[in-house]
């Protein structure tokens, strides 16, 4: 089985860096995604990562550490726009690919 | 390129009545999932199907069915309501349903049981 564990909420403030962690525990793990939700909204892909370590995009970055079972997203420059829940998904090694969702981390961006 | 297209957005029913909701994936995309988002659980996953048949299957009672068509739409069926169901059901697409390759997502159909 899978365990994901995530804040329920987050408050920042526009302009600053946040970041938001996502730990697990699963019996096999292959990758893990971020996705970004807004109210009333799809959820939109983010990242991916597999591999050890950060990458970057733009103003969002995804870390991983296979060891820890531990992920967060760095948000730089904030914006009102990135209030929004993030959403960390865990997808199995081998077998169905079907990625398990957490709860969700609700972002609010504040003036 | 259309975007995964669900219908309708919003449903109201009454407790054991059903309920059909259907989903369009993205053109060329063969593998559709279905998840359940409420407040309390977020997104849980309902089941998958690729080339008409389902593929994968969540820990939903069987009173939730879905079925896939030759054009990969895919329609999900909600039997004898209740009040638990109300939710926002959530279909995604990918091309193969590989692992790795990220879910398209539709805006979700909003279903209240009353």
């Known amino acids: 089985g899978q365990n994901i564990d995530q804040p329920t909420e987050m408050t920042a403030t526009e302009g600053a860096i946040v970041q938001i962690n996502c730990t697990y525990q699963?019996?096999?793990?292959?990758?893990l995604f971020w996705y970004q939700q807004h109210a009333g909204e799809a959820p939109t892909f983010l990242s991916y990562?597999?591999?050890?370590g950060l990458e970057e995009k733009g103003r969002f970055s995804s870390f991983l550490s296979r060891s820890k079972g531990y992920s967060y997203l760095l948000l730089k420059e904030l914006q009102m726009k990135d209030s929004a829940s993030y959403l960390c998904a865990v997808t199995p090694r081998g077998g169905s690919y079907i990625p398990t969702f957490g709860r969700g981390t609700s972002l609010i961006v504040h003036p | 390129k259309a975007g995964v297209t669900q219908t309708p957005r919003y449903l109201i029913k009454t407790r054991g009545q059903q309920v059909t909701l259907s989903c369009s994936p993205i053109s060329g995309h063969r593998s559709v999932s279905w998840y359940q988002q409420t407040p309390g659980q977020g997104l849980q996953f309902l089941f998958e199907y690729f080339s008409e048949t389902q593929r994968n299957k969540g820990n939903f009672p069987g009173r939730f069915s879905g079925r896939q068509f030759s054009n990969s739409r895919s329609e999900m069926n909600v039997s004898t309501l209740e009040l638990g169901d109300s939710a926002l059901y959530l279909c995604?697409?990918?091309?193969?349903?590989?692992?790795?390759?990220?879910?398209?997502f539709g805006s979700g159909t909003q279903l209240s049981v009353l």
């Open positions: 699963t019996s096999g793990f292959n990758g």
């Open positions: 990562n597999v591999l050890d």
């Open positions: 995604a697409s990918s091309k193969q349903g590989a692992v790795g390759e990220k879910l398209f």
